[in-house]
């Protein structure tokens, strides 16, 4: 499916807001666990090779295209997708808008089914600021699992697992409300390691800030809740107070 008709596909299914919500409505929602009604297959795949993945910058915000090894990448990624997935998702940047065209379009012999495709900008990568373009290092901040570190003009965690849980407690609405039985979630390295870290209800911060996941590669989950986890939940209280 081109992704110029990512927007335009026909089907029954909606995916209404786009909204981040904040940590109080966060935690309202998720006082207690929302119970998904059936048990949901979802597919997490990391963008291919970009030219700044390629030179061993940080990305970041930037919208930056992938390269031709990425898109043998995203070419051969398809053959490890299913044939149908009811709904699948990319970010608002083209590295994971191409990554999915190509893998749908090319994978399985072009027999992959995807009824209904949206692109949300809450699954855009981190905007890491200043330190964007320069070589990727180690920040120590990340090591320790500070989830409310931000580089100068940058993004934190804590901003990005608003944006991921606001998406997830929507994607969940909508599993309940359709039936919804495959999913199919193309991302990036931040907000993929918040969102693995969610579905795995991780404790420990510094476990999911040094999740690493390869370009092209597919992760699987069965998902049938969704809670705030351990390593979310002192953020989530701290934000509560007046």
């Known amino acids: 499916m081109p992704i110029q008709e990512i927007q335009k596909c026909n089907g ?31 597919h997490l795949i990391r963008h291919a090779e970009s030219e700044v993945n390629a030179d061993k910058r940080i990305t970041g915000s930037q919208d930056v295209q992938i390269t031709t090894k990425g898109q043998i990448q995203a070419i051969n990624l398809g053959n490890k997708l299913d044939e149908y997935y009811d709904m699948a998702f990319c970010s608002s940047l083209q590295r994971s808008q191409k990554t999915l065209d190509l893998a749908l379009e090319n994978g399985r012999n072009g027999r992959i089914t995807v009824e209904k495709i949206f692109k949300d900008k809450r699954l855009d990568e981190r905007s890491l600021g200043v330190l964007e373009g320069q070589k990727v ?17 940058g993004e934190s965690y804590d901003e990005v697992a608003r944006r991921i849980l606001s998406f997830l407690l929507e994607l969940a609405d909508c599993v309940r409300d359709n039936d919804i039985g495959k999913l199919l979630i193309c991302g990036h390295m931040g907000p993929m390691r918040i969102m693995v870290g969610i579905l795995e209800e991780q404790e420990d911060p510094v476990t999911v800030l040094r999740f690493g996941f390869p370009n092209a590669d597919i992760l699987k989950f069965t998902w049938n809740r969704l809670k705030i986890p351990g390593f979310l939940k002192n953020i989530a209280s701290e934000r509560e107070l007046p």
Request: glycine share 6%.
């Open 12 to 42: 029954p299914v909606s995916f209404r807001t786009g909204k981040i919500l904040g940590w109080e409505e966060i935690s309202e929602r998720l006082q207690d666990s929302v119970w998904l009604s059936r048990n949901v297959e979802l």
């Open 137 to 153: 290092q180690w920040i120590p901040a990340y090591a320790v699992g500070d989830m409310n570190y931000a580089p100068e003009n």
